[in-house]
């Protein structure tokens, strides 16, 4: 029996979403930090998150295509 690691497109979607989950959180932190501002941290933290969730969706997707590594 040969076991197969190939995601769906919805579960590569979740994944990347609860990952950017946490990463918009420690951008809101990081942000906060350096500016004391909550509003611009805010701003800042929501566009990072809009622009990575594609990203890492991309780069998700871009792996299961992608033979090397596999057992």
């Known amino acids: 029996m040969r076991l197969t690691y190939d995601s769906t497109k919805a579960r590569s979607f979740t ?7 946490w990463g918009t959180l420690s951008s809101f932190v990081v ?7 909550a509003n ?3 701003a800042i ?14 780069h998700e997707r871009g792996w299961n295509k992608i033979q090397w590594g596999r057992k």
């Open 45 to 58: 933290a929501f566009w990072e998150t809009v622009v990575k969730v594609f990203i890492y969706y991309a």
């Open 31 to 37: 942000a906060y930090v350096l500016t004391g501002d």
């Open 15 to 21: 994944k990347a979403l609860s990952y950017r989950i």
């Open 40 to 42: 611009l941290s805010g």
